[in-house]
């Protein structure tokens, strides 16, 4: 198939995963990662950039993403003083080591090996958003101390197995420490920039064969797949706070845990070969 054509199919293809992951995002309030690392890797799969380092392309370029989205909540929801900056300053260093253990993990793992884990780790958020209960408590606020050490790598290091940012396990883990859920998703935009900063770093160094991939990729970051989800989430994240605040978006939360679970699913029979 030529290279030309080969690219249009792959920048038509992006632009519809760059609307939908900016429209989730602003409906739902789920990071994009979510979406985009199983939207990157059919997209490539389909393009024929298929290999053992497939799934390190779409970790990798996912967090790229993240890194310009993460920033812009950031400082979105600095203005209206949501952001917690004593949490993140506190679990900053635990989930930076985290993320940087992450990335030499994820860099010696085959893809079948990081489809099985975003499979297993992507039914846990699943079951989570589709079940959990904003009631449900661990603590009446963050953990300090030895539990600190111990979780705050853990964050790090589970979202860049799965190529995402500081929401899908940030905001849960403050919410059942008692951290209204406007501060905790404001403060998980931090974790998202502190996660994404030196894994993506990591992953330029990771060298790609050059059968597997597809134009303009540094690295494991695709260049082009990053421009034009970046440009997309800001066109269409607005117009999914609009549609939040228009109607309930509970009931639709509860429909995008199961398509997520779905998904995850089916990342886990591919990886076991089924």
């Given at each position: 198939?030529?290279?030309?054509?080969l690219?249009?199919?792959?920048?038509?293809?992006?632009?519809v995963?760059?609307?939908?992951?900016?429209v989730?995002?602003?409906?739902?309030?789920?990071?994009?990662?979510?979406?985009?690392?199983?939207?990157?890797f059919?997209?490539?799969?389909?393009?024929?950039?298929?290999?053992?380092?497939?799934?390190?392309?779409?970790?990798?370029?996912?967090?790229?993403?993240?890194?310009?989205?993460?920033?812009?909540?950031?400082l979105?929801?600095?203005?209206?003083?949501?952001?917690?900056?004593?949490?993140?300053?506190?679990?900053g260093?635990?989930?930076?080591?985290?993320?940087?253990?992450?990335?030499?993990?994820?860099?010696?793992?085959?893809?079948?090996?990081?489809?099985?884990?975003?499979?297993?780790?992507g039914?846990?958020?699943?079951?989570?958003l589709?079940l959990?209960?904003?009631?449900?408590?661990?603590?009446?606020?963050?953990?300090?101390?030895?539990?600190?050490?111990?979780?705050?790598?853990?964050?790090?290091?589970?979202?860049?197995?799965?190529?995402?940012?500081g929401?899908?396990?940030?905001?849960?883990?403050?919410?059942?420490?008692?951290?209204?859920?406007?501060?905790?998703?404001?403060?998980?935009?931090?974790f998202?920039?502190?996660?994404?900063?030196?894994?993506?770093?990591?992953?330029?160094?990771?060298?790609?064969?050059?059968?597997?991939?597809?134009?303009?990729?540094?690295?494991?970051?695709?260049l082009?797949?990053?421009?034009?989800?970046?440009?997309?989430?800001?066109?269409?994240?607005?117009?999914?706070?609009?549609?939040?605040h228009?109607?309930?978006?509970?009931?639709?939360?509860?429909?995008?845990?199961?398509?997520?679970?779905?998904?995850?699913?089916?990342m886990?029979r591919?990886a076991?070969?089924?």
């Amino acid at each position: 198939m030529p290279e030309t054509f080969l690219l249009v199919q792959m920048l038509g293809l992006l632009l519809v995963i760059g609307a939908l992951a900016g429209v989730l995002a602003g409906l739902l309030g789920v990071g994009g990662g979510i979406v985009l690392v199983p939207a990157f890797f059919y997209t490539f799969q389909t393009l024929g950039y298929g290999g053992p380092q497939l799934m390190q392309m779409c970790l990798a370029t996912s967090l790229a993403t993240i890194i310009v989205t993460s920033v812009r909540s950031v400082l979105s929801h600095n203005k209206k003083g949501a952001v917690d900056w004593q949490i993140l300053r506190g679990w900053g260093p635990g989930i930076a080591v985290g993320a940087i253990v992450g990335v030499m993990v994820a860099s010696a793992l085959r893809t079948e090996a990081l489809q099985a884990l975003f499979g297993i780790l992507g039914i846990c958020i699943g079951a989570y958003l589709g079940l959990g209960k904003s009631e449900w408590r661990l603590g009446d606020g963050m953990p300090g101390g030895l539990r600190r050490v111990l979780i705050s790598p853990m964050v790090g290091f589970l979202s860049v197995l799965m190529g995402i940012g500081g929401g899908s396990f940030g905001v849960p883990l403050m919410s059942l420490y008692n951290t209204p859920i406007h501060r905790a998703v404001a403060t998980a935009a931090g974790f998202g920039v502190i996660i994404a900063v030196p894994s993506v770093i990591g992953f330029l160094f990771l060298p790609i064969a050059p059968d597997y991939r597809p134009p303009f990729t540094i690295g494991a970051v695709n260049l082009i797949a990053f421009g034009v989800v970046v440009a997309m989430t800001m066109i269409t994240a607005p117009w999914g706070v609009k549609l939040a605040h228009a109607m309930d978006p509970k009931p639709l939360k509860r429909v995008f845990a199961v398509f997520l679970t779905l998904v995850a699913l089916n990342m886990l029979r591919q990886a076991l070969g089924w």
